[in-house]
Nanobody, 117 residues
Framework: QVQLVESGGGLVQPGGSLRLSCAAS????????MRWYRQAPGKGRELVAGITAAGGSTNYADSVKGRFTISRDNDKKTAYLQMNSLKPEDTAVYYC??????????WGQGTQVTVSS
C-alpha cells in the first residue's frame, strides 16, 4: 500500500522557518522524483519544488527561490522541504508528491502551513 505522510506544518510568524517532512512507503522511493506542491484558499495547486530520484537536481518556483530548500534521504525514504523567511503569502496546504519510474503519481494528504502574526 502506497503512503506519503506529510508532517511539520503549523503556525509560524512572518520571517520564521518550518521544515516539512514526507515519509514514503509502498513504492521504490529511491527511483522516484519527489515534489512539493501547495494550494492556498481559493487558488489552484502550484508546484513549489522538485528533486530528482538521486537528488542531483532540484527546481523551485520563482516565488520561493532562495528561501526554500528541497532535499531527500533515500535511506530513510523521506523528502523534506526547509522553508525559511516565511511570508503570509506562503500560507497554504502543502502536499508531497511522488512520480515513480513506472510513471505512477502519488499524493500525500497535505499539511497546513499558516504564516501570520
Amino acid at each position: 500500500q502506497v503512503q506519503l505522510v506529510e508532517s511539520g506544518g503549523g503556525l509560524v510568524q512572518p520571517g520564521g522557518s518550518l521544515r516539512l517532512s514526507c515519509a514514503a512507503s509502498g513504492f521504490t522511493f529511491s527511483r522516484s522524483a519527489m515534489r512539493w506542491y501547495r494550494q492556498a484558499p481559493g487558488k489552484g495547486r502550484e508546484l513549489v519544488a522538485g528533486i530528482t530520484a538521486a537528488g542531483g537536481s532540484t527546481n523551485y518556483a520563482d516565488s520561493v527561490k532562495g528561501r526554500f530548500t528541497i532535499s531527500r534521504d533515500n535511506d530513510k525514504k523521506t523528502a523534506y522541504l526547509q522553508m525559511n523567511s516565511l511570508k503570509p503569502e506562503d500560507t497554504a496546504v502543502y502536499y508531497c508528491n511522488a512520480l515513480t519510474d513506472w510513471g505512477n503519481f502519488y499524493w500525500g494528504q497535505g499539511t497546513q502551513v499558516t504564516v501570520s502574526s
